[in-house]
């Protein structure tokens, strides 16, 4: 695996995180915390819940130490703080991808999940592309909830992403 897919990723990551946000800071804290029926209920809940899981995964890559509640737990109850929050984590992220290698991502990482005290490993290519994945899929939700809130997140397909070169 090419460590600059990982960087690309990461780039995405920051500019919808960013984009999320940007929409989300244009609605009223009732209706980001209005339980609209997703599986984490709100925007704002959804929110964390790609913070809590990004922390988890890039603990698990670098060994830090993450603040982390548990599975669907709020980690910020407060907008600002959960904004300044994920785009730490998003630097934090881009910093880990500019970092890797194709050594490393060749290597199987091993970790005991939280959920259920299991033993896991899985090569490293596989959860870091998890962790991407992941986020997209919840983003994906986001643009649902955006819209039953009545507003409109724009493009946020990768191929639409700024300053991507040919």
């Known amino acids: 695996m090419d460590p600059a897919l990982y960087q690309g990723l990461s780039a ?7 984009k999320a946000y940007e929409t989300a800071g244009g609605l009223s804290d009732e209706e980001r915390k209005a339980d609209r029926g997703a599986f984490f209920r709100s925007i704002h ?24 509640r548990g599975m669907g737990v709020d980690i910020c109850d407060d ?11 998003c630097a934090e992220v881009s910093e880990f991808t500019n ?8 290597g199987t990482l091993e970790w005991t999940s939280g959920q259920d005290g299991t ?12 962790m991407f994945n992941h986020q997209t899929h919840h983003r994906g939700q986001l643009t649902t909830l955006f819209a039953q809130a009545g507003v409109d997140i724009g493009r946020t397909d990768l191929v639409f992403m700024p300053d991507v070169e040919d």
């Open 45 to 68: 809940s959804t929110l964390n819940h790609i913070l809590f899981a990004d922390r988890i995964w890039l603990g698990r890559f670098t060994g830090r130490t993450y603040d982390v």
């Open 119 to 130: 033993v896991r490993r899985r090569p490293r290519w596989l959860v870091v592309s998890h």
């Open 99 to 106: 970092d890797l290698t194709a050594g490393w991502l060749a």
């Open 79 to 89: 907008f600002e703080d959960l904004r300044s929050s994920h785009l730490a984590i």
């Open 12 to 18: 995405y990551n920051t500019w919808m995180t960013e």
